[in-house]
């Protein structure tokens, strides 16, 4: 019996991305700041980041934990993460606007 493809968030690649970025780290630095230097190396970092490969659940709670987020922030296409990272507060991200919505809010 063959298996499911599991579904896979569109913009969590992006999101790993831009969490390292807005930390100021190089893909080595991140791995170490997430604890990870027994077993991640910088090769999964740029396929994460690619949406190559989808980091294990502690992978991603370590990404959550550095940036002071809620692991949904980093799962849920939609919300975007807080513009400051790490974010003060511990944050669920922001509700992230339809292009209607912008086009609506624009003609306001």
Request: aromatic share 4%; proline share 6%; glycine share 6%.
């Amino acid at each position: 019996m063959a298996k499911a493809s599991r579904k896979k968030p569109g913009r969590l690649a992006e999101k790993l991305l831009e969490i390292r970025q807005k930390l100021g780290l190089s893909q080595n630095g991140l791995i170490r700041r997430l604890g990870l230097t027994e077993e991640l190396e910088q090769d999964y970092i740029s396929k994460f980041e690619r949406g190559v490969l989808i980091p294990p659940l502690h992978v991603l709670l370590a990404y959550a934990e550095a940036a002071n987020v809620w692991v949904e922030a980093l799962i849920k296409d939609s919300v975007d993460l807080p513009e400051r990272l790490p974010s003060p507060d511990k944050n669920e991200g922001v509700l992230r606007l339809t292009t209607r919505q912008k086009t609506s809010k624009k003609k306001c």
